[in-house]
């Protein structure tokens, strides 16, 4: 069915959120208007024409008394030329799930299982290219894409009636599309993803930060039980404090400039210097207005991994203005902390199979020699089994990887 939202003066829904919970069950969000109350009336029939339903949020004494002949006891939700009408003056999400759309649903049959694959560093076209074989009339999954910033949840919705072993072929294929670029299946922000990251394979994490002034350790401290992995943040903004502060050269700093990549490698190496940290993250750039110290919008992100002795620089041009420009560097810096974590616990895992293998075999030839017949040599294998070598997966794609100014 096809939702219409009236706001008048006031629009306090959550276009993106809305959009969202819809399409889970089966709906459109397509038109939203901001009136002032003298053009309800207009407005009003034209979503009836338009919609199936309208919910209606802001000043709703405005519009309760536009229609208090009709509306004297101001209901929640009626019904006028057979259109569901909701009314609610400030419209949240709960209201939406828990009163509005299950009035709605009570139309239509079908029901829908939805699967949410929470993605990043792909765009909307390049998600659809992904996803292709999913997005032709004849599929029998339905694709929605919400994009926020530099994310974009995916959502695939069938109807509950689809056999399981289809359901759960269709839920394989989508997860192997999209891997590669999903941080979460369930409604968690990547900073919470890196958190629980952090807490359960029991790392210590440092910032310094120029570029991001403090919104980075901002994002963890938000998040209830920083204290278990967040060591230190601290804000280096003076050339002074970042030599003071975390040992980066002055020579350093002449040579390839305070906004380099040079420079970012030396403040995470600073954090890193005093060994009380599994992870370091160093931001420094121009966030802008002005032009100087680099071009706007320049942003060097190093992160470094103190049990493989390396640091791995990233260089960033964001294209906005001093708040985009920092949050993106915020969002960025927790999308390479994602991937770090994420090639950091399957090299583990890798090395302690290996590790595990390794004792296997020893236990092996332990046993054959054990057990060998005393009047014989001890049993040796024909093809002695050789030493797992290291793992060489790198921590991230970019390490170790350090860009530099010309």
Do not use: W
Request: proline share 4%; aromatic share 8%; with cysteine.
């Amino acid at each position: 069915m096809k939702i219409g939202f009236l706001s008048v003066e006031r629009q306090t829904v959550d276009i993106r959120a809305a959009k969202m919970v819809l399409f889970d069950n089966g709906h459109s969000a397509d038109i939203f208007v901001t009136v002032e109350p003298a053009e309800i009336d207009g407005a009003l029939g034209m979503l009836r024409s338009a919609c199936d339903a309208i919910v209606i949020d802001g000043n709703t004494d405005a519009f309760y008394e536009l229609y208090k002949d009709t509306l004297s006891n101001r209901p929640d939700h009626f019904e006028l030329d057979g259109k569901l009408h909701s009314v609610c003056a400030n419209v949240t999400t709960a209201f939406l799930t828990d009163g509005f759309i299950p009035l709605v649903n009570k139309k239509v049959k079908k029901r829908y299982a939805v699967m949410v694959f929470k993605t990043y560093g792909k765009t909307v076209d390049e998600l659809k290219s992904i996803l292709k074989d999913f997005t032709t009339k004849k599929s029998k999954v339905q694709l929605g894409f919400f994009p926020d910033f530099l994310e974009c949840e995916v959502h695939a919705r069938c109807v509950t009636s689809m056999p399981k072993e289809d359901m759960n072929e269709l839920s394989v294929k989508l997860v192997e599309l999209l891997q590669n670029c999903t941080y979460a299946y369930e409604d968690k922000t990547i900073g919470e993803r890196v958190a629980g990251l952090l807490k359960s394979e029991g790392l210590k994490i440092k910032i310094a930060e120029s570029f991001t002034g403090g919104a980075l350790g901002a994002e963890f401290t938000a998040m209830p039980g920083a204290s278990d992995y967040l060591v230190e943040d601290v804000v280096t903004y003076s050339v002074v404090s970042k030599h003071k502060r975390l040992g980066v050269p002055f020579e350093t700093i002449a040579e390839k400039g305070v906004v380099s990549g040079d420079t970012a490698y030396n403040m995470a190496l600073g954090l890193m210097a005093s060994g009380d940290c599994d992870i370091a993250v160093a931001t420094t750039g121009n966030a802008g207005p002005s032009v100087q110290n680099g071009t706007l919008g320049l942003c060097y992100i190093a992160l470094g991994i103190t049990s493989e002795k390396s640091i791995a620089v990233i260089k960033y041009v964001f294209g906005g203005d001093r708040e985009y420009n920092i949050k993106s560097g915020v969002k960025n810096a927790m999308f390479l902390l994602y991937e770090s974590l994420m090639s950091y616990k399957r090299l583990k895992k890798q090395r302690a199979a290996a590790q595990a293998q390794a004792q296997a075999a020893q236990q092996q030839v332990q046993a054959q020699q054990q057990y060998a017949p005393p009047t014989q040599q001890p049993v040796v294998p024909q093809q002695q089994q050789q030493q797992p070598q290291e793992p060489a997966t790198p921590l991230a794609p970019f390490a170790p990887l350090i860009e530099t100014d010309d």
